[in-house]
């Protein structure tokens, strides 16, 4: 009897000591999880500006040149709301009212060029919002900064915000940039003077379905932009699609195949994607397919995730299936697929604990794009490709969940 005593004794101390190293295991993970998340907000703190702008980009090393972006800009106002629902950051609001000051060229000696229609130039100088780069007015780049300012301005909702979402969303008319009706074209470049520009058009599917978005938004009552959403836009079922393996995905053109950023921009900032069961199942088939590429070259996890950003040996590069020559894994791509695939994170983990990918920036460390088995590390940070890194991580049920997102996007049911 005393000998089963002993054993049973030592049995239920192994057990504890088990126990104890599973939980200290798990905290370890939680709080390499937590840094990540943290230090990726702090990424896009460190892209802003003192008028409240954000850079484009931000170099490792080195004296910085990007100008300002106005689509990191809109990434930027979501980073605040996050920043501030997590509590990193308690003057959120007055930082974003900051920014829409500048937007609408209410800072002293800062105003946004823009056109005749109300659209952004894609890239503005640093100190007086003029067009830098030589770049167009951009539809897209535009609506994803108003779809961000409309965010903001439903999370924080104080007065000055919600007067200057008002003003910003009236001087805009996205319904310019609708080119046809039959086939869904929208101009990606708009004309100084009004107008777009019939150089650069875009067809269904791409994430140009956030400008489409925006223009059903801005005219709820039109027949013609209500045929126009539902026929190439309310239901995939007219959209081209493509088959990689098992897994029938979402493209612009048959036997073609888009980055992953496309599908996750379209989830992120168009609530007609993410409240739709049909776009968001496409969500899952499309990280699957991801996947697969990656396997089909020979790599293991925790190694996928087709983005853009950072190319090899420099430039600027955009991956996608049957387009990823160098292999360049994108973190951001894991991380924007964890609101519908929440284990992702173990791969998010994996990386981190061995270093692939992980850069220390400014006393913190992210991560960000590599190749597995080469020592290359970009350059710089990209705000617009690394956001999904910071919006994926904040989707996890652990943190802000994927109804933060849903909650605060503008709607078609709002209407």
Known sequence: MKFTL?????????LLLLSCSRTAVQ????????????????????LRLEQGMY????????????????ATTGMGLMALCIGQEMGWIQDGAAQAEKTLRSILGKQDGFSP?????????????????????????????????????LFA?????????????????????????????????????????????TTAVTLPYSEYMILAHLIKLQNPTSETVDQFWSQHYGSIT???????????????????????????????????????????????????ADQLWWRNQGYSKPYWGHGAGSGYPDGYDVNAINNNPNHIVSPSI????????PEGKEDLLNLWNSKEGQIEWENKKILWRFIPGKTWKPKEIIGIDFGLMLFGL???PEYLGTSFFMTHLPSLEDQ
């Open 153 to 197: 301005s439903q999370y924080f909702d104080t007065d000055t915000l919600s007067r200057d979402a008002e003003a910003l969303w009236n001087s805009i008319d996205f319904k310019a940039a609708l080119k046809e009706v039959d086939t869904g074209a929208m101009f990606m470049k708009m004309n100084a003077m009004g107008g777009g520009d």
């Open 394 to 396: 904040a989707s996890l």
């Open 238 to 288: 007219t959209l081209p699609k493509s088959t990689y393996g098992d897994y029938e995905l979402l493209t612009d053109q048959a036997g073609h195949y888009l980055s992953s950023f496309t599908h996750l921009f379209n989830y992120y900032f168009c609530s007609a994607f993410s409240s739709s069961k049909e776009y968001v199942s496409q969500l899952s088939s499309t990280k699957m």
């Open 334 to 341: 894991i991380a924007g697929y964890l609101a519908v695939y």
């Open 55 to 70: 850079r484009d980009a931000r170099l490792f090393e080195g004296t910085d040149f990007h100008p300002i972006s106005i």
């Open 27 to 46: 905290e370890k993970s939680e709080t390499n999880l937590d840094s990540l998340f943290k230090n990726s907000f702090e990424a896009f703190q460190a």
């Open 113 to 149: 060029e823009r056109s005749k229609d109300g659209f952004f130039h894609h890239f503005l100088e640093l100190n007086t919002g003029a067009q830098a780069w030589e770049s167009e007015f951009s539809t897209i780049d535009t609506a994803l900064l108003m779809t961000a300012v």
């Open 6 to 14: 002993i054993r049973l004794n030592i049995l239920f101390l192994l």
